[in-house]
């Protein structure tokens, strides 16, 4: 099993940024990708952006693309999410998951496809 926990979320003015640390423990080696989803009240759970956990490919929802940036620090088994110009509809709990199968592309933007999650962290951005 993969343990995941997720710190940096927060209050914040639009415009402003945020960084979302996801830290993973357990079965490191069963991972090949993880992904950051959000969900806001009322609203399904959506993708943000995706990672290869060797590091090399990223993916982004295209509402993000040019203001985040998801990466890997290798040595911490630790993914982030570097979260600029926000937006108050970026508002919402941030999830970071993980999936143990080869997938690329698109197929990381689907919520099925991922293993295990974290318990998510409140981002609100105020206008």
């Known amino acids: 099993q993969v343990q995941l926990v997720e710190s940096g979320g927060g209050l914040v003015q639009a415009g402003g940024s945020l960084r979302l640390s996801c830290a993973a423990s357990?079965?490191?080696?069963?991972?090949?990708?993880m992904g950051w989803f959000r969900q806001a009240p009322g609203k399904e759970r959506e993708f943000v952006a995706a990672?290869?956990?060797?590091?090399?490919?990223?993916y982004y929802t295209d509402s993000v693309k040019g203001r985040f940036t998801i990466s890997r620090a290798n040595a911490k088994n630790t993914v982030y999410l570097q979260m600029n110009s926000l937006k108050p509809e970026d508002t919402a709990v941030y999830y970071c998951?993980?999936?143990?199968?080869?997938?690329?592309?698109?197929?990381?933007?689907?919520?099925?496809?991922?293993?295990?999650w974290g318990q998510g962290t409140q981002v609100t951005v105020s206008s």
């Open positions: 990672i290869s956990w060797s590091g090399t490919s990223t």
């Open positions: 998951a993980t999936t143990s199968l080869n997938y690329s592309g698109s197929l990381l933007a689907l919520v099925s496809r991922y293993d295990y």
């Open positions: 357990g079965s490191i080696f069963s991972i090949n990708a």
